[in-house]
């Protein structure tokens, strides 16, 4: 091969002198297409240099008689971006299950979570409107947990820097949800139609009018939940707020 000039060996012009190189360009060669007789059916093999010679067409050739495919790239980011969809598919596949479980973890347990959103969510959050307050609210339920998100583990844990998507166990998660509640209240409205009432007796002052009501309000939850054997539990409300524009 040197003395034909088969690549990867090739001749090269220093000064007045002509020089036959590749000799380590060979070896490396070689010894890739001999490790890759390792690899099983379905795995990709790749070889990063920035070094011409991997990537002339004569190389290709030459891969290509050996029956074994052989991928090059010139830079690592090459390889990131052109791998990029299929770790993403990994990672999005396991996240959107670890979501779902969380999902359903929270549903099971809406009794003891609307406990704990009742103790922290302030009555004035609740039912407000312009021309009406909560006085005191007298139950509150969850009726589902929705629009479940999970943030992602560290990079260490998933692809490609894991061999899959996984957490620690006693890691802790954080989870941000939409919680659809019910809740009964006293509601106190106000009515100022007869103090501006135009054509009628005007009314001294505004009519207030206090009532048992039923309320239905969206919440937005955010919660950490802890793992253990891979399953996300032990879920603790950290902050509520209602979803409103």
Not at 146 to 155: A, D, H, K, N, Q
Request: glycine share 6%.
């Amino acid at each position: 091969m040197a003395i034909s000039r088969t690549a990867p060996f090739e001749e090269r012009t220093t000064g007045s002198d002509k020089v036959v190189t590749g000799l380590q360009d060979a070896a490396i060669l070689f010894s890739v297409l001999d490790h890759m007789k390792t690899a099983t059916d379905g795995e990709r093999c790749a070889l990063i240099s920035n070094d011409k010679i991997f990537h002339a067409a004569e190389t290709h050739k030459l891969v290509q008689l050996t029956g074994t495919k052989l991928q090059t790239f010139k830079k690592v980011s090459e390889l990131f971006d052109d791998l990029y969809n299929h770790v993403w598919d990994a990672t999005r596949t396991a996240w959107h299950v670890e979501m779902n479980q969380v999902e359903a973890s929270l549903n099971a347990d809406k009794e003891g979570l609307a406990k704990q959103i009742r103790e922290i969510l302030p009555t004035s959050d609740v039912g407000r409107r312009i021309w009406s307050r909560v006085k005191e609210v007298t139950g509150f339920s969850v009726t589902a947990f929705r629009y479940v998100f999970t943030e992602l583990p560290e990079s260490e844990h998933r692809p490609p820097h894991a061999e899959t998507y996984n957490r620690p166990d006693g890691s802790e998660v954080k989870i941000s949800a939409k919680a659809f509640t019910q809740i009964a209240a006293i509601v106190e409205t106000t009515n100022w139609f007869g103090a501006f009432a135009i054509g009628i007796q005007p009314q001294p002052g505004p009519t207030i009018k206090t009532e048992d009501a039923t309320l239905t309000e969206t919440l937005n939850v955010s919660i950490t939940g802890t793992v253990n054997n891979g399953v996300v539990g032990e879920f603790k409300v950290t902050s509520v707020e209602a979803d409103r524009p």
